[in-house]
């Protein structure tokens, strides 16, 4: 097993900093043999809380088939999810465009007063009234 190295978070080092002076106020005047003892226990505990906190399946090197397969269908699952919700929010927006179209249409309808051009029409890039107003605009 060859040495890793990972990035040390000033956060985590300030919190063994502290927890290594409790051990040391704890146990002020006990000798080495004490310390080593505790200090060690100290030290495998943090070891194993961070390696069962650091572990995933299907990583660092665990080629599992099992593990692999039970990821896979736990993925897929989520992927199947996260679309069916798209795809429905897709339609709400799709829906809510329409009804605001519609709106829009029967708000210039009904407004004699002044015609201006369409507001729709100046949404689409391919509508003859906005090429018209980019020609008018251009010269």
């Known amino acids: 097993m060859g040495t ?11 919190l063994a900093a502290a927890q290594l002076d409790d051990i040391a106020l704890a146990n002020a005047g006990r000798p080495w043999e004490a310390w080593k003892g505790i200090v ?3 030290h495998l505990t943090a070891v ?3 390696r ?5 399946p299907g990583m660092g090197g665990a080629q599992d088939p099992v593990v692999e397969e039970a990821l896979g269908r736990f993925y897929r699952h989520h992927m199947r999810v996260t679309i069916g919700h798209l795809k429905s929010e897709n339609l709400e927006l799709r829906r809510k465009l329409i009804e605001a179209a519609a709106r829009i249409r029967r708000y210039e309808a009904g ?9 729709l029409a100046a949404l689409d890039p391919a509508s003859p009234a906005t090429d018209a107003e980019e020609t008018t605009k251009s010269h």
């Open 4 to 14: 890793q190295l990972a990035p040390v978070d000033s956060v985590e080092r300030d």
């Open 40 to 42: 060690l226990r100290w």
């Open 48 to 50: 194993v809380t961070a």
């Open 52 to 56: 069962a906190e650091a572990w995933v």
């Open 111 to 119: 407004n004699a007063v002044a015609r201006a051009p369409s507001v």
